[in-house]
């Protein structure tokens, strides 16, 4: 690595490493830095403020706040499965099968053989764990994780529909405690998702194996070449990837009282537009999982504005897409003028002390 370290997210006017000394990050380069690390951040802020003054009396409650947080629970569950695979180097498209899997299965044990809640959820976090692993083991072989991953989609939503056979199963009211119910006026989701966040968050930067994790996706040559095994961690971000999913899967059927084997793919693509508006790089190694939680919180900010405005569904969709794109661009743009700018930054410098 090099000694000159740009810290993602350095405050405006901050400082950088280099050659054993602080150097001050040139004021519109912190600029760009903050606007592609921290955009997320005001852009919900402008959000909240636009939608409370256009839905006047009725977006600006606490009793809509809470509907906000309940619909972004289950998007912000996704969006960590899809980070945490991007944070370790890929991308996995297997999500959505893997949760109708887990879902199925936990309904099939808690129906029909009438096995403890406990384990129920044991049995339905372990399809996670397996289906991770499995992929992550395919794809060290040299296969297209893309490829790999649209596979096990179609296998775990084959055998899915097989575990149920064919049909979904209602009047799953075990789960409530984790679907519909409230504590202290709080949706219980909110509670599963701050602790799930509160632990990959510690576990990604202060952790040794996290840490590492993430430096596989960055850059796996560099593993490699300080002696690490890369393999390893690139299966551990497919492992915990699937069992997000399976958690998100579990979760959705607590919250209807149903096990469906249909593998949904629209919660996939409103996590990528959670994860791509938090800034999070499909190169992998770089992104915040605090702000994935925010650019989920967003996009169920934008659906409950436009439902409270009469506006139709469809457009929510549209606006998903729209905002899916915009992000890759937006990012894209910002990475180009910060690399842009510090080259020319660098030259001057280099000019200077030559010039000395």
Request: charged share 10%; glycine share 12%; net charge positive.
């Amino acid at each position: 690595m090099s000694q000159a370290t740009l810290k993602a997210g350095a405050p405006i006017g901050g400082a950088v490493e280099g050659n054993g000394a602080k150097r001050q990050l040139p004021l519109d380069v912190a600029i760009l830095v903050f606007l592609r690390d921290r955009g997320i951040i005001v852009l919900w802020v402008l959000l909240l403020f636009v939608f409370s003054i256009w839905n006047h009396p009725y977006f600006a409650t606490l009793n809509n706040a809470m509907l906000i947080v309940s619909a972004a629970s289950m998007t912000a569950i996704f969006a960590a499965a899809v980070a945490t695979g991007l944070f370790s180097g890929a991308l996995d498209l297997s999500l959505p099968g893997v949760a109708a899997l887990s879902a199925c299965v936990v309904g099939v044990l808690l129906k029909q053989f009438g096995i403890p809640i406990p384990l129920a959820l044991v049995a339905g976090l372990g399809v996670g764990l397996l289906c991770g692993l499995v992929n992550g083991i395919i794809v060290l072989k040299g296969l297209n994780p893309l490829i790999v991953t649209i596979g096990t989609l179609s296998v775990t939503s084959g055998l899915a529909a097989l575990v149920v056979g064919g049909y979904a199963i209602s009047g799953i009211f075990e789960l409530e405690f984790m679907g519909s119910a409230r504590y202290f006026g709080i949706p219980s989701q909110a509670y599963i998702v701050a602790a799930v966040y509160l632990a990959l968050t510690i576990f990604l930067t202060r952790t040794r194996h996290g840490i590492r994790m993430r430096a596989v996706g960055g850059n796996s040559e560099a593993v490699r070449r300080a002696g690490l095994s890369d393999q390893r961690y690139r299966i551990l971000g497919f492992i915990i990837s699937a069992m997000l999913a399976s958690l998100g899967g579990i979760m959705s059927m607590a919250l209807v009282y149903e096990a469906s084997p249909n593998a949904s793919p629209s919660i996939l693509f409103t996590a990528l537009t959670a994860v791509f508006l938090a800034g999070v790089s499909l190169a992998g190694g770089r992104g915040s999982l605090p702000r994935v939680l925010i650019g989920a919180l967003v996009l169920a900010t934008i659906s409950d504005a436009l439902t409270i405005a009469g506006v139709q569904p469809y457009w929510a969709t549209v606006t998903t897409g729209v905002l899916m794109i915009g992000a890759l661009v937006f990012d894209k743009s910002m990475t180009e003028a910060i690399s842009n700018r510090l080259v020319q930054v660098s030259r001057v410098s280099t000019h200077e002390r030559v010039g000395k």
